[in-house]
C-alpha cells in the first residue's frame, strides 16, 4: 500500500489517501483537489509534487 499526506503539498490540510499503487492515489487527490481546494486543472508540476510525496505504507 502506499500513502500521500495532501498537507505535504499544501500546508494545513489535513487530508491523506490511501491506495494500492500511485494512480490510485493520483484518481483519490486529484478528485480532492478539485473539490476541496477549487482546482478546475491540475498542473503537472502538482502532479510531481504528490508523486514525490507519495509513501509506502
Known amino acids: 500500500m502506499k500513502q500521500f499526506a ?9 487530508s491523506a489517501f490511501v491506495g494500492a499503487d500511485d494512480d490510485a492515489i493520483l484518481a483519490q487527490v486529484a478528485t480532492h483537489a478539485r ?7 491540475i498542473p503537472d508540476s502538482l502532479v510531481q509534487q504528490v508523486r514525490d510525496r507519495i509513501v509506502l505504507v
Do not use: F, I, K, R
Open 6 to 14: 495532501c498537507g505535504d503539498v499544501v500546508p494545513g490540510c489535513q
Open 35 to 41: 473539490a476541496d481546494h477549487g482546482l478546475t486543472e
